[in-house]
């Protein structure tokens, strides 16, 4: 079974400037993706960004960039000129292929401050 | 948005009452789920679908059942619920590849369940 530790229960940052959080996971397989939800007040889970776990660039979306170290099992979301509208709680997810599931981390709570 | 609705949004029943949560897409994907999210905690997987007829448990099936008679609607049935069933429930869907799901989930928008 996968397991997927975010550290961080709770974070801020100010406003324009960059912030990183944490997500680490365990698993014996090799064939998985991992991803980075945010989660708004809305509830609404919103896909930030994905991760091939064969690649080793690292997948960049706009202002979210990932730092993924596979042999570390270490996969951290770096967020630059941080806006008050990403304020949201962000849950780290790995996606095992062969089992066609994901296991989700406990979420970390990032406030944006002006 | 992947076409994903919820119903109802917010509920609020009893203890020992049936409760049905409904997921409806309009995008004909094969795989459906619907998990739980409690606070200070990820999403868990409680039941999923990989097509009509076709379901299987996930991490936290106790006391839950699912049916999938169509494509586009998977049902979750608390056939007593609890108190400690009070949470918000998410329905998602991915995409088929190969014959299996693709590895990115969309999701519904939520359902707010209380049972008092």
């Known amino acids: 079974a996968q397991t997927v530790t975010q550290s961080q229960p709770e974070m801020s940052v100010q406003e324009a400037e960059t912030v990183t959080l944490s997500c680490t996971y365990d698993t014996s397989e090799n064939n998985y993706y991992l991803f980075w939800y945010k989660q708004p007040p809305s509830r609404q889970m919103i896909l930030v960004i994905r991760?091939?776990?064969?690649?080793?660039q690292n997948a960049t979306e706009n202002r979210f960039s990932v730092n993924f170290q596979k042999a570390a099992k270490s996969f951290s979301l770096k967020i630059s000129d941080s806006q008050l509208g990403d304020t949201a709680m962000y849950f780290c997810a790995f996606y095992n292929t062969n089992a066609g599931k994901s296991t989700f981390g406990d979420g970390t709570t990032l406030t944006v401050k002006p | 948005d992947a076409g994903i609705t919820q119903s109802p949004r917010h509920k609020v029943t009893e203890t020992g009452t049936p409760v049905t949560l409904r997921c409806h897409q309009t995008?004909?994907?094969?795989?459906m789920y619907w998990y739980r999210q409690d606070p200070g905690h990820g999403l868990r997987l409680i039941h999923y679908s990989y097509g009509v007829k076709d379901t299987d448990k996930g991490e936290v099936s106790d006391g839950y059942s699912v049916s999938r008679s169509k494509t586009e609607d998977f049902l979750l049935t608390l056939e007593s619920a609890t108190s400690s069933q009070t949470s918000v429930y998410f329905c998602?869907?991915?995409?088929?590849?190969?014959?299996?799901?693709?590895?990115?989930?969309?999701f519904g928008p939520g359902t707010r369940l209380t049972v008092l």
């Open positions: 991760q091939e776990a064969y690649k080793q």
């Open positions: 998602a869907i991915s995409e088929t590849n190969s014959g299996g799901p693709t590895d990115t989930q969309y």
């Open positions: 995008e004909n994907h094969r795989y």
